[in-house]
DNA sequence: TAATTTGTCTATCTATTGATAGGTATGTTT
DNA sequence: AAACATACCTATCAATAGATAGACAAATTA
């Protein structure tokens, strides 16, 4: 069955969520869906194999919730806070953005893994940065869209770590309404 | 000697600042410094200790900058410039916040050491809050100075992170950018 | 001088980790 | 029917982890 792959994906992906790949071990991952640790190793022969997994995966479900918002008939401003709302979601489940957590843990990852890893920046950000350059003249700030973008990008990502040792959403809350206020 | 006990933060806290606490090992930090890693017990009798130690020393040594900015007759903006010029060393020299790693990290944190972690946020946002509240007036933007704190900081603390996957400088300085524009 | 504290050592324990080798049952393909 | 692939298993390895006990020398204090 192809089922208990997704199974450990799907535990896997909220266990480094929560706590982050290196705290994630092939036994425990194992346990909670109860199989063995070497029947994980048959999925993943690696730790950066299943890593790789998480990252795509994770890629892939973000893509079509933004594919999600484009196709509706909105205004910039209304699909930008659609997009917020993506990571008002994560943060409700306490959990951070897997990439977010990853780019914490950047330094033990595989350079494919990096590169993948950095491939979800950029994807997001020129997601944002072609949603604002519709009209990029009714934005309230002297930056580049791609600035713009950036700083949305990182800004959330950052709100999501704060916000869960703070246990409160008030950075993440803080994000929304300044870059809502940037847009006319 | 007290040396080897500050010989040990210093050697400690640039391993949390590159690849967190989760990765430091007490042999690994007592080989570079030369002793045995029950010595390191000797000074940290837990790896909590330690962490704990090294989130005061940094919320110091932070503070002292702080002031030393505080202490200028300089113009809120200016000021303001100084404090991201920190994070911008910090990236520098390759590094994240000692605390935005362990933000990460937060869910293997005890109680007291995820206290003193907000606490450091609390703090840094604070003296940018009284920082902008001087002239509250001159912030182009409707948001509280409380909030434009939070989002400052959760903003460069995600910038610093990010950036080390990307490898660049884009995203402190696209926060940078924004930051500063938004002061009159 | 005697007693104590400080800072290190050796040696070791237990737990956990990622990973591998090789076996087995089920189902699919040739 | 024979060969193979899939998906699990048992058993085990070597490495690494945090932590502790107890010995020792040097420095400090009484």
Redesign the pocket.
Known sequence: ??D??RRLEDVAQASVQRAGLKS?????L?DEI??????V???F????DLASALIQRYQEDFREQLDAISARRWNVKRKLAAFIAIFEQVADGERVCLCGMMAAECESLSPDNRRLLSGFFDDMESWIADLLCVNADSINAPVSTRQLAKVIVSGLEGALLLDRVAGSKANLKAQKDLILSLLK
């Open positions: 069955m192809n208990k792959r994630l071990s092939f036994r425990t194992a109860g199989i063995k640790s070497s029947s190793h048959y999925h022969p690696e730790k950066s």
